[in-house]
């Protein structure tokens, strides 16, 4: 292995670098959780937390993964043999399929071939087919991690309601939140899921769960068994900023500084900042001959860049390479592409001179590895944003 000097570059799709302001924030001593002083810590990352997801309506911090957060988004609303509606839009939403699929839930998976989002034409046809009203919830990725494609979650929101249909909208923003446009109340999501360690920037340990009166009407009707993950066990105390049980407090802390960050920042310039980038990005893949994995140009990601390699070229053989030589993290292809893709994450703390780092090494590996590519990537990206600071 090369022996490695100065940083390591982290450019996989999650968990992201933690900005230096976020790790000072967490290095503090452990307080009391029944304080008045974790009141306040605790109402403050709760009320942060809404401005992220744009609602005003209650949402809850788990000591968790967003693996947890989609289980608390099912077993709060769902019950038994409910039939919903899922999108095959890529590894995440199979996965999420599979643990419905394990609490009784009846699936319809609509497949797909991992290189777009979810059609909204396809959820209206549908549910205007489903004359009794037996789907229950329709369940979309909004970021798909795995292939940097996102699914228009506003249209699909029209498309529900074009075609008159009760569903709850129960959406998966785990890599999507703080990094690509989101927004709980005014796209009409009844339950928003996510975590900590994408674009909040953070390390991995909370899943957040944003809700609607919708949603928690559901909790009436739903029959799936729950403790840990029940929002009316987590609401109350929250209300004067504390938690049933032991929060993860220096992660609040942390927390409580990334919304600072995110807000200084201002999110429609956070929005901006991670489509530039992800412009970029493309065009240095364009400028290589190489193909991005999204095919459609309204659902590319602004959170990652899933990179095809050429036939007969393991993409991991290229990370492994990459990492080696340059100490840069790329992020592998999983379930149908694995060794097929490498994904480039460009989300949370970046900007424009990490990513050129970032595309450097790339550029670099392509060559080492014996990669077929033209050159001039890295100057592609270069000239994008350039060109994005001009406009």
């Known amino acids: 292995m090369t022996t490695r000097t100065g940083r390591h570059f982290l450019h996989i799709p999650g968990p ?36 992220v997801f744009q609602t005003k309506a209650p949402v809850i911090l788990y000591p968790g993964s967003g693996t947890g957060a989609w289980e608390a988004a099912i077993v709060n609303t769902l019950s ?3 039939r919903v509606l899922m999108f095959e839009t890529g ?43 037996s789907i229950k919830a329709v369940m979309v990725v909004h970021n798909e991690t ?17 075609a008159n249909h009760p569903a709850l909208f129960l959406v998966d923003t785990i890599s999507g939140l703080g990094s690509a446009e989101y927004a709980h109340d005014d796209w009409g999501v009844d339950v928003s899921v996510s975590c900590s360690q994408k674009g909040l920037m953070l390390p991995p340990g909370l899943g957040l769960v944003a809700l609607s009166d919708k949603a928690l009407a559901a909790t009436k009707t739903a029959t799936l068994p729950r403790s840990y993950w029940d929002w009316q066990d987590m609401l109350k105390p929250n209300a004067a900023g504390y938690f049933p049980y032991t929060p993860a ?10 919304i600072a960050m995110l807000l200084e920042e201002g999110l429609p310039q956070v929005f901006a900042r991670h489509q530039r980038l992800a412009a970029a990005t ?33 993409a991991d053989a290229l990370r492994n390479l990459i990492l080696d030589k340059y100490d840069l993290s790329l992020g592998t292809g999983l379930a149908k592409v694995a ?30 590895g014996g990669v077929p590519h033209a050159r001039g990537g890295v100057l592609a990206a270069m000239d994008a944003l350039r060109s994005g600071l001009d406009d």
């Open 16 to 51: 992201s670098p933690v900005p230096e302001r976020v790790l000072r924030a967490m290095d503090m001593p452990v307080i009391d959780h029944r304080g008045a002083d974790f009141a306040k810590l605790g109402r403050a990352v709760l009320e942060g937390a809404q401005t």
């Open 80 to 82: 038994a043999g409910d």
């Open 91 to 133: 590894h995440f939403a199979t996965l999420w399929r599979s643990m419905a699929a394990r609490w009784g839930i009846e699936v319809e998976f609509v497949p797909g071939d991992w290189r777009r989002g979810v059609d909204p034409a396809r959820v209206e046809a549908i549910l205007a087919e489903d004359r009794t009203k």
């Open 146 to 162: 795995s292939t940097g494609a996102t699914s228009r979650i506003a249209e699909i929101r029209r498309a529900i309601d074009r």
């Open 249 to 258: 407090t220096n992660l609040l802390y942390g927390l409580r500084e990334a």
């Open 282 to 314: 493309r065009a240095a893949v364009e400028a290589w001959g190489l193909e991005v994995l999204c095919q459609e140009a309204s659902e590319y990601s602004p959170v990652l860049t899933a990179v095809v390699m050429p036939e007969g070229h393991d």
């Open 339 to 368: 060794g097929k893709v490498f994904r480039i994450g460009h989300l949370g703390e970046t900007n424009d001179l990490t990513l050129m780092a970032a595309l450097s090494g790339v550029e670099m590996g392509l060559k080492a």
